[in-house]
């Protein structure tokens, strides 16, 4: 086969499509994964906290090409022009539900259940001629897609009876503290307001109110050749800053929390007290040590990092193993150093395609 795709989440399934649009043959990517349905993690999360539009606008979706995207099927059913105007300019927000629709859509057509290796990869090896995953291969071109590693809690929380993440599922109390200042927890505020329950917020920072969770300058083509040309450390700062939690600006954000706040169900506070319940919406654990296969990854080949990063570049292979007639690239949240909105699908169209180019030109 000409390449593999470690990981069979969303993170691998876009870098699968952009594969597939380059004319690779199904039958020439292998995808290792546990899971074959690609939104298998991200759709019990997004049910969990009742998300029901996508927040990356109008790259919202899994087709490697960012235009027009969701807005047409949405037109046609509607007979309205208004979501390809909104697409237009980057405000499109397609809803859970015909995402999800378009996952599995492109699902059965891309021919992503005949390139299943249904098993989780544990070890890549770089060996003459490519890669070997779990000593298959060797494979001349990798993806490693293998997504968040795991859910964070804070420590001082782990053992409390209380405590339940804003991802795994669950109902409210009368009483409820929710943990975190970011997206997960403003729409946990609400939800939790929605179903009559009196809600403390317990955030170390105020919250940052910006439409994506990365300050859009660094989705720009000058923003993103800054970013790259910066040295290290300012990059990681820069890094830190972009993981700060954010929220979108919004009457249908602000309203609901102002009217709680009149009423006294809504307020702030330093710590955890005693409410009935403790929801956690603290995200998930940061850095590749967290991420079993890339921690060995790293010190089986010791490559380059700083902070919790691995040293990518731009186009977010790993520079040290990749060169003529073989690729080893990061998709997803591993690949923020080539990308800082890679845990997006805005960044994995951006890693996909980049992997898919340089596939298709070294095997034609």
């Not at 597939?20 to 990517?29: L, N, T, Y």
Request: proline share 7%.
């Amino acid at each position: 086969m000409r390449c593999a795709v470690v990981g069979s989440g969303l993170a691998g399934f876009v870098g699968y499509q952009a594969l597939r649009a380059a004319g690779v043959p199904a039958e020439e990517i292998a995808v290792w994964g546990d899971h074959d349905d690609p939104a298998g993690a991200w759709r019990p999360r997004a049910a969990a906290i009742r998300q029901r539009r996508m927040r990356s606008e109008s790259d919202g979706h899994c087709h490697p090409a960012s235009f027009p995207g969701l807005a047409p099927r949405e037109a046609w059913r509607r007979r309205s022009l208004a979501p390809l105007a909104a697409t237009a300019f980057d405000r499109y927000r397609p809803s859970v539900a015909d995402f999800l629709s378009h996952v599995e859509e492109l699902r059965v057509r891309s021919g992503w259940d005949r390139s299943l290796v249904a098993r989780r990869a544990e070890r890549v090896i770089a060996v003459a001629g490519g890669f070997e995953i779990d000593g298959e291969g060797p494979f001349a071109h990798v993806l490693v897609a293998t997504g968040h590693p795991g859910l964070a809690l804070p420590e001082e929380l782990v053992d409390d009876p209380r405590v339940v993440h804003a991802y795994e599922p669950h109902e409210y109390a009368s009483r409820v503290t929710v943990v975190g200042a970011g997206m997960a927890a403003a729409t946990e505020w609400l939800n939790a307001l929605a179903s009559g329950a009196e809600v403390v917020s317990v955030r170390r920072r105020e919250p940052l109110r910006r439409p994506l969770n990365v300050p859009r300058p660094l989705f720009s083509k000058r923003g993103l050749a800054r970013f790259h040309t910066a040295p290290s450390a300012e990059r990681a700062a820069l890094l830190h800053e972009a993981g700060a939690p954010s929220y979108p600006v919004g009457r249908e954000w602000d309203d609901p929390l102002e009217r709680a706040t009149r009423d006294g169900r809504f307020r702030v506070e330093a710590s955890v007290n005693g409410s009935e319940q403790v929801i956690c919406a603290t995200g998930f654990r940061k850095g590749y040590r967290h991420d079993p296969l890339l921690a060995r990854l790293v010190d089986d080949h010791a490559l380059e990092t700083h902070d919790r990063w691995l040293v990518l570049g731009s186009d977010a292979t790993v520079p040290a193993l990749t060169g003529e007639g073989r690729t080893l690239a990061i998709a997803g949240v591993a690949a923020q150093w080539a990308y800082p909105a890679a845990d997006t699908l805005m960044g994995m169209k951006y890693v996909g395609r980049r992997f898919a180019r340089r596939v298709a030109c070294r095997t034609r």
